[in-house]
């Protein structure tokens, strides 16, 4: 009986020593830039509708036709596009610099 407690005791010693591993993930100093953070450019939100868009932003620089079905709307604002799905907001984006 004394080998088989040894087994045991070894066993769960290695499933324990295995499950405790784990990465580390640093988020610290990321080494890529998001030109698109929160902490940028203001920009609508998903779920706005067109009317509070322009009532919040104003009027936009340029009105894109819609294209595709569903119909997707651009305008451009001269800091960010936003993109709608019939007339609400999908994506508000900035454009990348070059």
Request: with cysteine; charged share 10%.
């Amino acid at each position: 009986m004394p080998k088989c407690g040894f087994f045991v005791s070894a066993t769960v010693m290695l499933l324990v020593s295995v499950s405790a591993q784990a990465d580390v993930l640093s988020i610290a100093t990321p080494t890529y830039t998001t030109p698109n953070s929160a902490a940028g450019v203001l920009r609508p939100t998903q779920g706005m509708t067109m009317q509070q868009v322009e009532q919040r932003f104003g009027a936009p620089s340029q009105r894109l036709n819609a294209i595709g079905e569903p119909p997707i709307t651009r305008w451009h604002y001269p800091d960010f596009d936003v993109f709608f799905e019939h007339s609400q907001v999908i994506h508000a984006v900035v454009p990348r610099q070059q």
